[in-house]
Structure formats: structure tokens, C-alpha cells
């Protein structure tokens, strides 16, 4: 190799100098375009680096936010189960407060066993002695009267021994009416040579039913919540066969009679300082224009004195606002449906807003059922409203204006403020989980109505007393589905205002019924002239002793 390299061309070996610069361009070129194809391949992969990170990053927002999804869901698939197959509340003893909960402080006391309790005295008999009696006299046959040895009679005693059994009969009968007839004796002119007895008036003029038959229909579907056909079902086991038909005109041509005590329920109503709202649906298949569907709305407003219902076709805050007139002042009790807070009275400031502690505690409740992992933490805040509740309870045994009441209402408020602070330490934990946080968000959103009751004692801590209110319609809407027309509305709301109001004032339903009725017979199948008389609240003594029912021996346990 040595020896070819020196035997070759001297020009040869003169020109490879100059092909070197030639070659240096050439491997330059041809680097410059490897390294820009490869600064091009870089810059696509960390264009591509970036897009599947963001991507990912996407991606994980959304993997997150699905949890989250799939938890909430999660949990309310949890609490819809417990409402459908968990034992109710008011199933429950008013000492359980445990909710379903493994609370370990209530697990601490033994169950009590259920029914009457050995150290515990019986309840007292109930007194019937307003019942008229019937007396009967049950004798020994006459050979049981005699010594079954001598065969010598057995003499009579003035004593007996006495014994009482209480009996319902319902029975329908027909009234004969016999109007006598006068024939006259004297020959004076231009009048009529007889006379007849006047007819007894009807309530519907040449109707065949009595006022009785419309007192029970009004009372079996308005107070017992029965649906018609059932109620004269129900007469036909005593051999009184109703025509529906009928029944059903003639509930129609009663329901003007009804209206202006109904108005005079809404105006006292409106017109009370403090009272409370609630609202259910209720069906009313009738087409009207605008309104699509059959859902309409049973409003309930209760005062101190007087239960009005409406049956609307909305649940705006129209209702509630319309009901109440624009100066009225006062405190009004609802749970925290919205359209309470959109009333116009309520944004000037005329009607202030007492919002329900039972449902802040439900709210609670919900975040156990629904996160497992979170029961302990709602269980604790379960028990500061326990002693909300119970510190109130104290308070009122005392009256207002003593050293009792003083210290009880000390402790309410220091409970009170304990309860706000704690709220407000916990909602500013970054890490605390969302349905804590949104709990804790409704209790303070809602702190100032939820505390008016700690400056007025007379307004309660909650709105059970309007949701109890509605109770007895929700089984009626279950029994007979709503109404079927603009007058059964009408009528609805009436009957139910008026029966509610009644039972406020301790009047039989029945008798006020019978007897206000029967003055709209006598006025010739009209509103008696006097209808102010016939209000619950302007009866007079004697009246209202005549209508009052008697006082229950035992009085009724309210553990709701």
C-alpha cells in the first residue's frame, strides 16, 4: 500500500486538496439537511408530547369528574334505597333519633322493649259519659231461679249489677212526612177553603235526600279522605243504594253554599301575624289553555286560628305573595322552596321568612345515608341540632320574664353562636369533601331565618305543624286522584279549609255541618242572611258548647 501510494501521479496527489473543501460543503449540506429533517421530527414529536399531554390531562379531568359523578350517584341510590325500604320515622319511637346510624352513644343505652312497660301505669279509661245510654234488663230464666235441690224460687232483689258495652248503629230511614190538612169554616171571599201544614225545607229543592245524606258524603271524602263511590259503597251495606250520579250534582249545586265561610277562612287567614306554608301536588284533569299537563298545587296556609287551602295551577311565588295582602307583617314558617323568597312581601321586608330546622337535619341525614364514610361526621352535627331542640323545649317550660327562662335561653344562644362558629371553621377547610360542604352551605345561607325563633319563643323550630296539615289531603289525592273539575276544586278547598278550621276550634264537623246546612235549607236552598254567625270565631258560648266535641280523656302524643 506504501509503495502504490508513492508510485502514484504527482497531479493526482496535487488535487485532492482542492476536492477536500468540495467534500467538507457536501457533508455539510448533507448534515445540515439530516439534522433540520431531525429538528423537524422533534419539533412534531414534542407537538404530538404536547397534545397527548393535554389530552391526558383532559382525560383526567374527566376520569375525575366521573368519580365524582359515580360517588354522587352513588349516593343517592343509597338514600332512595333507605326512603323506599328503610323503616319510616314516624314509625318510630320519639326516642329514637338514631336515623339508621351505628351511633356509638346511643348504643351505649339498651333498647327498650317494645310495648307496655312494666314500671309504667297504664292509660286511663276513656270517659263516654256525654254518650246517651240505652238501658237493658237481662233477667235468669225461671228455672234457673230456683234451688236445684228444694226447687224453691229465688226472690227478686232491688240492686243490680251493672255493666256498660259500647255500640255504634248507623242506620237509614226514610221520613215520613205528614203535612195535615185544614178545611176552612167561614164564607169569607177569595180564599182558599184549605189549608196545609208547610213543607220541611231541602237543602235541593225537590231533591229525595236529607241533610244527613250530605253531612256524611261531605265528612267521608273531605275529613275521612274516602273517594265518593267508596262512601256510598259503603251506605249500601246498610240497604241505602245512592245513585253516584246524583250524588255527584248535587255535591255541585252545595258548593256556592259553602263559599263565603271559605272566603272568610282566607281574609282571617291572610290577615294573622304568624303562620306557616306548605304546598303538595294535586291533580286536575280538566284542559286549560296555557297549561300543559295536569298537575296543579294544594297550597296550606295555617295560622293561629284559622287552615286555608288553595288548589292552584302553579307553584310560583304568585300563590303565596297573592294570598297575603302587600302590608301584611308578620313571621311566616316555610321549609326553603324558593318561591317563598321571591314573595314581594318578603324582598321589602314587611314578612320575615323563619326557615325549618327539620330539613337542615335532613339535609344532614342525607350526607350519612349517602356516604358511608361521612357518618360520623354528619352523627356529630345530628346531635348539635338534638340540643338545638332540646335546649328549646327547656326554655319553654319557663315563662318569659323569670331567672329560669334566663338561663335556659343563655344556653340556647351560646349553643346557637357554638353552632355558626364550627359551620364556618369547617365549610373553610380546603380539603372538605362537597356534599359536607354543601350542607354546611345551606345552614349558613339560611342562618338568619333559621334563628328567628331564639328572639321570638313563640315561633317553633320547625314547619311540621304545615306539613302535618297536608297530610290528611296527600291521602285523599292517593284515594280519588284530585278533581275532576273547576267547581270540585272549589269545593275541595272549601271543605278542606273548613273542616281544618273547625278542628282548630274544637268543632264537631258533623254538628257545624248539620247545622249550617240545614239554615240554608230553611233560607230556601240559600246563604243564610246571617253567615257571620255561623263563623268558628263568632259563635257564641252557648253555640260553640253545643258544637264543641268532648275532651279526650287521653290526650294525643305528638312525636313527629
Not at 508510485?7 to 468540495?22: D, F, G, K, S, Y
Not at 229543592?205 to 262512601?231: C, I, M, Q
Not at 240545614?518 to 240559600?526: F, I, L, P, W, Y
Request: aromatic share 8%.
Amino acid at each position: 500500500m506504501m509503495s502504490a501510494t508513492l508510485l502514484e501521479n504527482p497531479e493526482q496527489l496535487a488535487c485532492r486538496p482542492r476536492q477536500q473543501p468540495e467534500l467538507s460543503a457536501l457533508v455539510e449540506k448533507l448534515l445540515g439537511e439530516e439534522v433540520a429533517q431531525l429538528r423537524g421530527e422533534v419539533a412534531d414529536l414534542r407537538q404530538q408530547a404536547g397534545y397527548w399531554k393535554g389530552m391526558f390531562e383532559q382525560a383526567k379531568r374527566k376520569n375525575e369528574k366521573l368519580e365524582k359523578e359515580i360517588d354522587s350517584l352513588r349516593a343517592e341510590n343509597r338514600q332512595l334505597k333507605d326512603r323506599l325500604f328503610a323503616s319510616k320515622s314516624e314509625k318510630k319511637s320519639s326516642k329514637d333519633r338514631s336515623n339508621g346510624f351505628d351511633d356509638p352513644k346511643a348504643a351505649k343505652e339498651p333498647r327498650r322493649p317494645r310495648g307496655h312497660q312494666p314500671d309504667a301505669s297504664g292509660p286511663p279509661r276513656r270517659d263516654y259519659s256525654h254518650l246517651p245510654a240505652v238501658e237493658e234488663e237481662v233477667e235468669l230464666p225461671s228455672d234457673e231461679t230456683a234451688c236445684p235441690k228444694c226447687g224453691k224460687p229465688a226472690a227478686e232483689m232491688n240492686a243490680t249489677e251493672d255493666s256498660e258495652v259500647i255500640e255504634v248503629e248507623v242506620r237509614a230511614h226514610r221520613r215520613k212526612i205528614r203535612r195535615k190538612r185544614y178545611r176552612r169554616t167561614c164564607d169569607c171571599p177569595n180564599e182558599s177553603q184549605t189549608l196545609t201544614a208547610p213543607a220541611p225545607p231541602k237543602l235541593i229543592p225537590k231533591g229525595r235526600y236529607g241533610v244527613s245524606v250530605w253531612v256524611h258524603l261531605l265528612l267521608a271524602k273531605f275529613a275521612s279522605h274516602r273517594a265518593l263511590g267508596n262512601a256510598i259503597e259503603a251506605l249500601s251495606h246498610y240497604d241505602l243504594d245512592l245513585p253516584q250520579g246524583t250524588m255527584t250534582d248535587g255535591l255541585k249545586r252545595i258548593s256556592p253554599l259553602l263559599e263565603p265561610v271559605y272566603e272568610a277562612i282566607l281574609a282571617r287567614n291572610a290577615a294573622s301575624f304568624y303562620r306557616q306554608a306548605d304546598e303538595t301536588r294535586w291533580s286536575v284533569f280538566i284542559e286549560q289553555e296555557g297549561k300543559i299537563g295536569f298537575r296543579w298545587w294544594l297550597w296550606g296556609f295555617l295560622s293561629e286560628d284559622t287552615t286555608a287551602f288553595r288548589i292552584e295551577p302553579t307553584r310560583s311565588h304568585d300563590v303565596p305573595e297573592g294570598h297575603y295582602a302587600d302590608e301584611a307583617q308578620g313571621v311566616l314558617m316555610v321549609d326553603r322552596y324558593s318561591a317563598y323568597k321571591a314573595m314581594a312581601q318578603v324582598k321589602s321586608g314587611v314578612v320575615k321568612l323563619a326557615f325549618c330546622w327539620a330539613h337542615v337535619r335532613r339535609d344532614f341525614i342525607g350526607v350519612g345515608k349517602g356516604w358511608p364514610e361521612l357518618v360520623d361526621w354528619a352523627v356529630a352535627w345530628l346531635h348539635r341540632i338534638r340540643r338545638l331542640y332540646h335546649l328549646n323545649r327547656q326554655r319553654l317550660l319557663h315563662e318569659p320574664e323569670t331567672p329560669q327562662f334566663a338561663l335556659c335561653d343563655a344556653a340556647l344562644r351560646e349553643a346557637i353562636d357554638a353552632m355558626h362558629q364550627q359551620a364556618t371553621e369547617e365549610l373553610a377547610q380546603p380539603k372538605i369533601r362537597a356534599p359536607c360542604r354543601k350542607a354546611l352551605a345551606s345552614l349558613l345561607d339560611h342562618w338568619s331565618g333559621l334563628t328567628v325563633f331564639v328572639d321570638d319563643p313563640r315561633i317553633p323550630m320547625d314547619n311540621n305543624a304545615s306539613e302535618r296539615m297536608v297530610r290528611g289531603p296527600a291521602m285523599g289525592r292517593k284515594n280519588y286522584y284530585g278533581s275532576g273539575s273547576l267547581w270540585s276544586v272549589c269545593l275541595t278547598a272549601a271543605m278542606f279549609s273548613i273542616v281544618a278550621t273547625l278542628k282548630q276550634w274544637n268543632v264537631n264537623p258533623r254538628r257545624w255541618l248539620s247545622w249550617y246546612l240545614e239554615s240554608c235549607a230553611a233560607a230556601g236552598s240559600r246563604v243564610p242572611e246571617d253567615v257571620k254567625g255561623f263563623f268558628p270565631w263568632n259563635l257564641t258560648a252557648d253555640r260553640r258548647a253545643e258544637l264543641t266535641s268532648p275532651e279526650a280523656s287521653v290526650p294525643i302524643n305528638d312525636t313527629s
